[in-house]
């Protein structure tokens, strides 16, 4: 089970019932589509959200093919969030001269937008005409910025009311506006009392303002030698004071620079994400590159153990400012590539030239850990992730390519929907060259698509992209692999290679989980060395460095004792290469295989095993050492996409994320559960998936408004033999609204669609009439499903319905509705409160989802500020009180609609097994409110009673039991109704018997 945030398991050991906590779960998915942008470079993107439903996303370009031509300008796409049109399409200033870093923010429906001119002191400036839909004339806002380098720096924040810009004044002063964004007038102002020494650039800003409260700021400062410092502080709103003084943040350090940005936190705290970058000039070793995300406080101080040295990250880029998606608990987030593992040569600080190809980065979601101060060690904590090997640093001109590629200028922002859910812009490569655009990125944190699960195996996947062992979640693969091995030492002595001899290498990532599933990564690029020394010997050694993985859940920290505890890189090796250039076999054993560190870029591995074939005595039965798996073409191992929608078919899992199907390996017990970039089915709709299941033989696709069926077994681990064709349609313009509500029946596959609960029989037929028509009023009402259960010993489906948004007093309402498929029966339950039928809006709390697991049905009941798991009992009370039942029949008006008949004495029939009371009340004329009560606690099975008034056009009868007065309960169970007479008059005294009413 899990509140949202955290994961555990049930124990009913020595009949107690415990839930065991597991640790933390991914608490959002993520999806990510295109933007427009017609340009072929694209660089500094920037987005900003308007109140009134616009999504603004900006960015630098340069349309040339030509990189060595630096010229850029300036490139927005406005869209609206509710319709998804485009209201302004990869527009630009089309300026003649270079202009720079656009930074956007929104204030209401208020938008501004500043960028710099190269060259120039000025920050330009443009505000949003709401009412024409464009942009008014650009003008100076600022025209005493020093330029940093050939341009100013600045970056702007917004406190939902005035839009903030810092920048480094001429003087060396950091200077702070107040500006309001319909005119883009300055209405305050104020200098920092810090002055940057001469020589000193300050640049790389970022502001986190919060109305009524203050404003932080936070900037890197760059001397002569390319020291760098990062300062931090804090204005009150006014900016008549600076309330923090300046203070280091973090300082000492060589190189280029470090992107800055800034969030705040709580009333006293706010987290600084630091991205430094190694310097390009001399091109110094990766492990001078990492991210690092330290707490600070109102004091000048930092908060507890969360400084640089404890909060830092190698092999990620920052992606985005960090934000504030969770208060309680407090959750602080930043989208940042991850990836480029590369190592350099070790030779003068020079690279090969293998490095200078494409890196490979994911677009990935992590956690801050900005709730533990406390804690010495961290390890960033991936939540979802997107463009998998195609996400892009922002590298200028460069084209990408360049293993130092980081953001120049400040990460974009990530602005916050009224739906809950986050959007960032992420630079993705469109081709294997060098062009580059823009994907939006959608973080979604409260969405129906979270905790969607499929087991396979002994192993449950779930969104947005983990797989639950028993003990732990666990993202599928890893985030990235070690690309590039290199820093080889090569001695003729302290080891048993062929001296004289050529050898390939390869390293990949490995993992066992708690099932002893063995979970590998993809190879890093081969690696060739010549081992030196006289030929003939084998004394070779060799010595090299593999980047280590530095962003897992697979691994807490690097005191790792046990095999199965961490990540470990696993070395192969093939040769001589003379002898056997292919073959590449795992050098070291279980027990000294490296193990992994999340607190550094690299291991050292030494390498002084004999040759496989020298080094088995003669007439001593060869043992295969392990080989690589991909021999023989099988396909590398990688992460896929962040996905929405798991299936388990033909086994294999199957997951969906945008319009595309992405399907596994086939299953192998003893190998995790592993995926492919070949291995996908694109549907030929523009439509996002919203569920997939397996139902008999085939595999079932859903769009909202389409269903899709797929059947074959699918291709061989290298890619060979696929039967799979292309999805076909059934027969039916609804689809599924929410993944949730899909669930197999003996009848077919009833799910929610945009007319309400719908049944796809196993013919694959839909009727126009969706099977919960007669409940559409109360589906109306309560429009979420949250589950949708088959009972795993009746007869009838459940189905978790709420209302998605919270009562005045903070209470989620919902029911449960059921249906008995045996006797096409819809009923509903309200739960843990007192029934009133014909208000159901006032029925009982929610419950968050149902589950049957092991022959029992559980549910989760949510309370306010806690969370209560339930077990479905062996009687009829509720969490030991009594369960009302109450049902209300249709309206009985034999003359038709309005005809007029006499009604005289009404008889109930029921079958009594323990002690309850009856109260029935009678309503006339279609009205709401009960003209006549009778309540009865007899013996007897037979109820009768005369009502007060006689002549209606219809009438209708609610019956409702409930607990005996003064009797014990005992089970609970009450009556059971068996049947119904009425007598009419002046109809030929005739009398009328409803059909037989069970209790159920």
């Known amino acids: ?62 349309d040339r093919s030509d990189p060595s031509v630096p010229r850029f300008d300036i490139f927005w796409t406005v869209e609206d969030t509710d319709t998804g049109a485009e209201i302004l399409s990869s527009q630009g200033l089309t300026v003649l001269s270079d202009v720079w870093n656009p930074r956007i923010v929104a204030c209401g429906n208020q938008v501004i937008m500043c960028w710099s001119a190269s060259g120039a002191q000025n920050i330009m400036c443009q505000t949003w005409n709401a009412n024409a839909l464009a942009w008014n004339t650009p003008f100076a806002l600022v025209s005493d910025a020093a330029p940093g380098g050939n341009f100013p720096i600045f970056a702007m924040g917004s406190d939902g009311s005035f839009a903030y810009v810092a920048y480094q004044q001429t003087g060396n002063k950091i200077r702070v506006l107040k500006v309001t964004p319909s005119t883009g007038a300055s209405v305050a102002s104020m200098n920092s009392a810090y002055a940057a020494p001469a020589g000193t650039i300050s640049g790389e800003f970022s502001v986190s303002a919060t109305a009524n409260e203050g404003v932080w700021i936070a900037w890197c400062n760059i001397d002569a030698s390319n020291n760098i410092t990062v300062r931090a502080s804090r204005f009150n709103a006014a900016l008549t004071s600076e309330t923090t003084a300046p203070f280091v943040v973090h300082g000492g350090q060589l190189g280029e620079h470090c992107t800055t940005g800034i969030c705040r936190i709580t009333p006293t705290q706010a987290v600084v994400l630091l991205g430094l970058r190694n310097n390009l000039a001399t091109r110094a070793d990766a492990s001078q590159s990492w991210m690092a995300a330290p707490v600070v406080t109102t004091s000048g101080t930092i908060a507890g153990n969360a400084s640089v040295a404890n909060r830092r990250t190698y092999w990620a880029i920052p992606g985005s400012l960090p934000f504030v998606a969770s208060t309680d608990p407090v959750r602080v987030y930043a989208w940042c590539y991850v990836g480029g593992a590369y190592m350099s040569t070790g030779a003068a600080g020079t690279f090969p030239a293998t490095s200078e190809q494409a890196l490979q980065y994911t677009f990935v979601l992590v956690d801050l850990r900005c709730d533990d101060t406390s804690s010495s060690q961290y390890v960033a904590r991936p939540i979802t992730w997107q463009a998998p090997r195609y996400a892009v640093p922002d590298n200028r001109y460069r084209g990408q390519r360049n293993p130092a590629s980081f953001p120049v200028f400040a990460p974009p922002n990530a602005v916050a929907l009224p739906n809950g859910d986050w959007v960032t812009d992420c630079i993705v490569r469109k081709n294997a060259a060098t062009r580059v655009g823009l994907q939006a990125v959608r973080a979604s944190f409260g969405g129906p698509n979270r905790f969607v699960a499929a087991e396979l195996g ?155 074939a020298a080094s088995v005595p003669l007439g001593t039965p060869k043992v295969q050492p392990d080989r690589l798996y991909t021999l023989g073409g099988v396909l590398p191992n990688v992460m896929p996409a962040g996905f929405t929608s798991v299936a388990t078919y033909r086994n294999r899992s199957w997951i969906a994320y945008g319009n595309t199907v992405s399907y596994s390996k086939a299953f192998v017990a003893g190998e995790a559960i592993s995926f492919t970039d070949a291995f996908e089915v694109p549907l030929d709709d523009d439509e996002s998936i919203t569920a997939l299941w397996a139902l008999d033989d085939a595999l079932y696709i859903a769009t909202p408004r389409r269903i899709y069926v797929l059947q074959g077994d699918g291709p061989n681990d290298a890619g060979g033999a696929n039967d799979l064709g292309t999805p076909n349609r059934v027969a039916t313009d609804y689809g599924v609204v929410d993944q949730r509500s899909v669930v197999n029946t003996p009848m077919g596959t009833m799910f929610q669609s945009a007319v309400g609960l719908t049944l796809m029989t196993r013919g694959r037929s839909v009727s126009p009439e969706p099977v919960g028509a007669r409940v559409r009023d109360l589906l109306a009402a309560f429009p979420e499903v949250t589950s949708a259960c088959l009972h795993p010993k009746g007869r009838y489906v459940t189905f978790c319905v709420r209302h998605p948004v919270p009562d005045a007093s903070g209470v989620l309402r919902g029911v449960r509705l059921v249906y008995d498929y045996a006797t096409d029966r819809w009923s509903y339950d309200a739960m843990f409160s007192e029934l009133n039928a014909d208000t159901p809006q006032s029925a009982s709390l929610a419950l968050h989802n149902e589950v049957a697991s092991r022959g029992r049905v559980y549910f989760l009941r949510p309370d306010i500020g806690t969370q209560t798991l339930f077990l479905e009992s062996q009687n009829y009370l509720d969490d030991g009180t009594w369960t009302q039942m109450a049902l209300t029949l249709a309206e009985v008006h034999p003359a038709g609609l309005q005809g007029y008949v006499g009604f005289k004495k009404w008889t109930l029939l029921a079958e009594r097994f323990t002690p309850n009371s009856l109260t029935l009340s009678w309503f006339k004329d279609y009205e709401s409110s009960a003209f006549d009560t009778f309540s009865w606690s007899g013996p007897d099975a037979q109820v009768m009673n005369n009502v007060s008034v006689h002549k209606a056009m219809s009438m209708r009868l609610r019956i409702a039991d409930a607990p005996p007065d003064g009797a014990p309960v005992g089970t609970g169970r009450g009556a059971a109704f068996i049947g119904l007479a009425v007598e009419v008059d002046p109809l030929d005294n005739k009398t009328i018997r409803l059909p037989a009413i069970q209790k159920g």
């Not at 470079?41 to 999504?55: H, I, K, R, W």
């Not at 060739?528 to 010595?543: C, E, F, L, N, R």
């Not at 027990?591 to 870029?601: I, L, R």
């Open 1 to 62: 089970m899990t509140d949202g945030y955290r994961i555990g398991t049930l124990s009913t050991a020595r009949g107690q019932s415990r839930l065991v906590d597991r640790g933390k779960v991914p608490e959002a998915v993520s999806s990510s589509r295109s933007v427009d942008t017609t340009q072929y470079f694209v660089s500094q993107p920037d987005v900003a959200y308007s109140t009134d439903g616009l999504l603004f996303h900006v960015w630098a370009a340069n």
């Open 458 to 612: 002994r192993s449950l996947i779930m969104t947005p992209g983990f797989r639950w062992d028993g003990e732990r979640l666990a993202e599928l693969s890893f985030v990235y692999w070690p690309q590039q091995i290199s820093d080889f030492t090569l001695s003729a002595t302290g080891g048993n290679l062929q001296c004289g001899k050529q050898y390939a290498y390869r390293v990949l990532y490995e993992w066992v989980d708690a099932t002893g599933a063995v979970e590998r990564s993809q190879p890093s690029d081969v690696a060739i060395v010549t081992t030196p020394g006289t030929a003939g010997t084998s004394t070779g050694q060799v010595v090299f460095r593999a980047p280590c993985l530095t962003i897992t859940t697979k691994q807490d920290n690097d005191s790792v004792v046990a095999v199965s505890n961490g990540v470990r890189l696993v070395v192969y090796r093939a040769g001589p290469l003379d002898v056997d250039p292919f073959t590449f076999y795992r050098v070291h054993s279980d027990n000294e295989t490296p193990k992994n560190s999340v607190t550094s870029p690299f291991i050292t591995i030494t390498d002084t095993a004999a040759d496989f």
